[in-house]
């Protein structure tokens, strides 16, 4: 096991893969001279040479369809899009052409394509900068998208992702590039749609992807200290295919289930996993499920109206107490009706 930070193993990954297959090349705006508006690729163009980091222009359609293209004939393209606020310009691409190559062909081509790209709020980039819009593209039908939340399953999932002979968006998050984590060395891999139970427990199930799961996973161990409380945590990972059996069988086991996502709250993955556990486990429910999301306003660029914008830790800890609270009232025994 190495200690690494969550872009160390994004880029760690990517050399090992480079080396391992020559068919497969990155392409973004400034990955190359520059190494990358994140440092993702830092070092890769000296390595590898500019056949295979390519500088391109900013054209994030015309890039991303260059690459529909080389993966079409064999390649393994790797795409970075500098935000997913920018990857609007290349919707067509993704949506109609990436997704949907593979079916409309009957299955004479596939498409081997990642797209990494980050998202997320926080860091003071304005409303078209700091956008969630990856249930955008989990929305749709033969697109594959994960959203790791440590380096681990970074490296394992960005793996999976550039072997796997359909395209997949790799969600990424800013506010995860510098957070350290124990990476095992060597190859590891992990099933595109498995979940994780990073945390055990019988009181409550907590369910986060990307940035939340991590959240969810320090507020957890927090209350348990603070106020006894056993919860299970749930690691999404991966967005679609959406691992719909753990969600199912945690609540089943726990009764009741809170949600916490950056996205907005209407229409919003947090509504999927609630009608996924309404869909399997209803008879089980002690509580509704609740979602803990941003407020649904274009992300302010002031620091304080931002903060204010995003879930906080104190709108989690309310909606796990406020879900609790319905539990007990709901287990309390009943008297006989009038």
Known sequence: MTSMTYREAIRQTLRSEMNRDNDVLLLGEEIGVFEGSYKITQGLLAEFGPKRVRDTPIAEEGFTGAAVGAAMLGLRPVVEIMTINFSLLALDQIVNHAAKIYGMFGGQTSVPLVIRTPGGGGQQLGATHSQNIEL??????????????????????????????????????????NTRGEVPDGEIEIEIGRAAVTRPGRDLTLIGYSRTAAVAARIAEELSTSAGLDIEVIDLRSLRPLDRPTLVESVRRTGCAVVVEDDWLTYGIGAEIAATISDGAFDHLDAPVRRVAMAEVPLPYAKSLETAALPSDADLVEAIHQTLDAVAHRRLPQGPRP
């Open 136 to 177: 955008y593209y989990a929305f749709v039908p033969g697109m594959k998208v994960v959203a790791p939340s440590t380096p681990a399953d970074a490296k394992a999932l960005l793996t999976a992702a550039i072997r796997d002979n359909d395209p997949v968006l790799f969600l990424e998050n800013l506010a995860l590039y």
